[in-house]
C-alpha cells in the first residue's frame, strides 16, 4: 500500500492550494480516507475526512474553507485549501483504513496507511 501526498508549497495569507494523495495497492473505493496536519511543536490533528459513500466530515477550524473530494476512478484523494490563514501552515498527510463512516476515521486513534506528507506554508 502507498499514499503519495502532493501539491503542498508556500502561499500568501488568503491564497488557495491544492493537495493531492495518489494511492496504491488496495481497494481504494472501500477505505475511509482522510488529510491530518501537524505543525512544529503541535500534536498531529485531523483536517477532513470522507467515506465510501462519499459522506465528508471536517475540522471546525477548517469548515467552509476546506473541501475534501475523491476520485475513486483515480485512486486519488483531494484537499482544496482556500482562505488560508498563518495557522494552516503545518505538514498535511493522507491516510487511509477501514472504518464505518468518515465520522468514525476523524476520530480513530488509529489509521494503517500514512504518506510522507507536503509541507503547507502560508505567511
Known amino acids: 500500500v502507498q499514499l503519495v501526498e502532493s501539491g503542498g508549497g508556500s502561499v500568501q495569507v488568503g491564497g488557495s492550494l491544492r493537495l493531492s494523495c495518489a494511492a496504491s495497492?488496495?481497494?481504494?473505493?472501500?477505505?475511509?480516507m482522510g488529510w491530518f496536519r501537524q505543525a512544529p511543536g503541535k500534536e498531529r490533528e485531523g483536517v477532513a475526512a470522507?467515506?465510501?459513500?462519499?459522506?465528508?466530515y471536517y475540522a471546525d477550524s477548517v469548515k467552509g474553507r476546506f473541501t475534501i473530494s475523491r476520485d475513486n476512478a483515480n485512486n486519488t484523494l483531494y484537499l482544496q485549501l482556500n482562505s488560508l490563514k498563518p495557522e494552516d501552515t503545518a505538514l498535511y498527510y493522507c491516510?487511509?483504513?477501514?472504518?464505518?463512516?468518515?465520522?468514525?476515521?476523524?476520530?480513530?486513534?488509529?489509521?494503517?496507511?500514512w504518506g510522507q506528507g507536503t509541507q503547507v506554508t502560508v505567511s
Open positions: 491516510a487511509a483504513d477501514r472504518y464505518a463512516s468518515a465520522w468514525y476515521f476523524f476520530r480513530a486513534s488509529s489509521h494503517a496507511y
Open positions: 470522507s467515506d465510501s459513500d462519499g459522506s465528508t
Open positions: 495497492g488496495y481497494t481504494y473505493s472501500n477505505y475511509c
